[in-house]
């Protein structure tokens, strides 16, 4: 990011083209800032002119500082007008020094890109509500800018201005229950635009959102944490939040293990060794829209989760989950799982299962898992009607989905399933519907004529 108050001698000013659209000429203004951030902004000279005249309130501006309007427009005129407000904006920021007002920032973009005017404007929005937030979304940008001021002792170039204190955003950050982080406000549709997001410039500068790092330190009473398309390789410090999470978010990226996303500050740990790693208030970690192709040993860092989510990556079996002894919800959907052989070893009480959108054909895993109460098979590989029998024993099953399945396609697929179940559970709720009584009496003679046939 930018920090024009730190070396103010190394930013420049100038205007490197511009264009005609629909009759208007737009000058193309090109900011430069210390470590070769830019950032461009258009504007037409209507708005020259109309800063000009707020300018003139606010600084001791002579009033034929701006070139005057003319009305032969020609090349030639574009060209000589581009060389002058060129000049007439580089004499502003040479009157204005660290100064700047806030019509100047506004007009040039600083407060979108540079740590001091970005954190001014966000300053003065959270002192305009007036009242503490619970729930707040930042973006990238401002996380990065919070961290890097934290870091500087109180400068004098700060605005006296108590609404454009930086107090205003520490007190706001440690009093934050619920924290979401994101790029940019931009609303994505789909993990493809996020992932793009992920190695595009933000807004019309030259800034990656990848490479801007942030600590959560001012956040110390986070309950709640959601990481939009953030890679968490750039948290550098979370040892504070590990206390106080208790749901932990993190979708569309490229993250592959939930090392990366439990150990995104210290990486390269002996975890199993560090107790100030383990996230002991963690109950529900999502982490759907990844592409997690591993469960590594880094979960046991979550002792207490009750709820993972791991649809729509790329597992292609489980690992580590035995020893959550609390998880109880597991979603495993759109994954690549073709076989659930011995996941009774693999997993401990879990009570929901969300199996769907992957390659399963057989359930023979599915077995022994007796907890389970809700079982979501849809839209799988399921051929045989007979692989139901898998399901059809365990004591306290209540819902399973099979649509989408070859099986589903089957004359009097309900009737045979049912019949599984009559000798167990007449309440089974099959693909979201509630058996009728026609079909459990139906179930029940088709379930008796199999036994006869099985006596014989």
Not at 156 to 170: K, R
Not at 391 to 413: C, F, H, R, T, W
Not at 420 to 430: A, E, R, S, T
Request: aromatic share 8%; hydrophobic share 40%.
């Amino acid at each position: 990011m930018a920090f024009y108050h730190l070396n103010p001698s190394e930013t420049s000013i100038t205007i490197s083209s511009f264009e005609t659209v629909d009759s208007i000429t737009y000058y193309d203004i090109k900011i430069s800032c210390y470590r070769n951030v830019e950032w461009t902004v258009k504007h037409r000279f209507k708005d020259f002119y109309e800063i000009h005249e707020k300018l003139q309130k606010s600084i001791a501006i002579p009033k034929d500082l701006l070139p005057g309007k003319k009305l032969v427009k020609n090349l030639q005129l574009f060209q000589q007008r581009k060389t002058e407000l060129e000049k007439y904006l580089q004499a502003i920021a040479q009157i204005a020094q660290l100064n700047f007002p806030l019509e100047f920032v506004e007009f040039l973009d600083f407060q979108k890109y540079d740590v001091i005017f970005l954190l001014q404007r966000l300053a003065k929005d959270i002192f305009k509500l007036g009242y503490i937030q619970k729930s707040w979304t930042f973006t990238i940008l401002e996380m990065h800018a919070i961290s890097s001021r934290v870091l500087l002792p109180r400068q004098s170039f700060e605005v006296q201005n108590s609404a454009f204190d930086f107090s205003n955003i520490l007190d706001f950050c440690c009093h934050l229950e619920k924290l979401q982080i994101v790029p940019e406000r931009s609303i994505f549709s789909t993990k493809e635009e996020m992932l793009k997001n992920l190695i595009s410039p933000i807004g019309t500068s030259n800034i990656l959102s990848s490479t801007l790092t942030f600590d959560m330190s001012p956040f110390t009473s986070i309950q709640s944490l959601e990481l939009i398309g953030i890679v968490p390789q750039n948290i550098v410090k979370c040892n504070n939040i590990r206390s106080t999470v208790e749901n932990l978010k993190l979708n569309n990226t490229r993250v592959q293990t939930v090392k990366e996303i439990l150990l995104p500050d210290s990486i390269h740990k002996n975890f199993l060794s560090e107790n100030d790693q383990v996230w002991y208030r963690l109950k529900n970690l999502d982490l759907a829209y990844n592409e997690i192709w591993l469960i590594d040993p880094a979960i046991k860092l979550a002792p207490n989760i009750e709820e993972l989510h791991l649809n729509d990556n790329k597992l292609k079996t489980i690992s580590n989950l035995r020893s959550l002894c609390h998880l109880n919800h597991l979603n495993l959907s759109g994954n690549m799982i073709e076989s659930l052989l011995d996941w009774h070893l693999k997993l401990g009480n879990i009570s929901v299962l969300n199996l769907s959108c992957n390659q399963i054909q057989s359930l023979k895993g599915v077995s022994h898992l007796k907890s389970l109460r809700i079982l979501d098979l849809s839209r799988n590989q399921i051929k045989d009607i007979n692989e139901i029998e898998n399901i059809a024993k365990l004591p306290v099953i209540e819902y399973i989905s099979l649509n989408g399945n070859i099986i589903a396609q089957e004359m009097d697929y309900r009737i045979k399933i049912l019949s599984m179940f009559v000798d167990y559970n007449y309440n089974i709720i099959l693909d979201n519907e509630t058996s009728s009584q026609t079909e459990i009496d139906k179930a029940m003679v088709l379930a008796a004529l199999r036994n006869r046939q099985n006596i014989k």
